[in-house]
């Protein structure tokens, strides 16, 4: 064989291996990156059912919203009796009419069916109730007994008042609050906007 064809024989092998190669690591990174779309499409964590992104739940009764719920990331247990949330925020109006907006960076609605059961809020929860804010670390709030707890540091906040203290219990549909340990208490006067009135 001469020199030449073995050149010729060794670059068509070469030009073959270098195809093959790049067939092969085409279908490797494809493989994978429909592998990891389909995983960020379907939301597959392990351990849960179903996840989405830009979660949205309006809870209606009698065809009137009772509450919405949105989240950035939602997923149910396995089981069905939990829905973990990102970034969750609660709107509704309370029974005197008033707004109320509660957000929190993660929430755990324990649930039977479509029944929330309890709601474990954390991460830096902020309640907004007509003028006043709540903010605590973590809350709890129990629908069927219309109790809220929340075990750390809680300060409410409204206008003129300021009240600071440790562990909250509560009642929501009576609306009766109390807060259980160091509690201090910081209430400013309104400032006159002018002259003083006269008489």
Known sequence: MSPRRIAR???GFGAVALLILLSVTV????????????????????????HAHNFHWTQMKAGTP?????????AYSGDK?????????VAMTSDDGKSVKIQAPHAVLHMNGNH?????????????YGDFTVTTEAASFLPD???????????LEGEGVKVVGIGLTG?????????NQQV?????????????KQS
């Open 9 to 11: 024989a060794l670059a």
């Open 27 to 50: 279908w490797v990174v494809r493989h994978r990156h429909d592998a990891r779309a389909i995983q960020k499409v379907a939301g597959l964590v392990p351990g849960s059912l179903l």
């Open 66 to 74: 009772q509450w919405v719920l949105t989240a950035s990331d939602a």
């Open 81 to 89: 009796s939990a829905l973990v949330l990102t970034d969750a925020d």
């Open 116 to 128: 929330v059961n309890r709601a474990d809020l954390s991460g830096g929860t902020v309640i907004k």
């Open 145 to 155: 007994l219309d109790k809220v707890e929340a075990p750390g540091q809680v300060t």
């Open 171 to 179: 009642n929501s549909k009576t609306r009766v609050f109390q807060l």
């Open 184 to 196: 201090s208490t910081e209430i400013t006067p309104k400032k006159d906007s002018g002259k003083a």
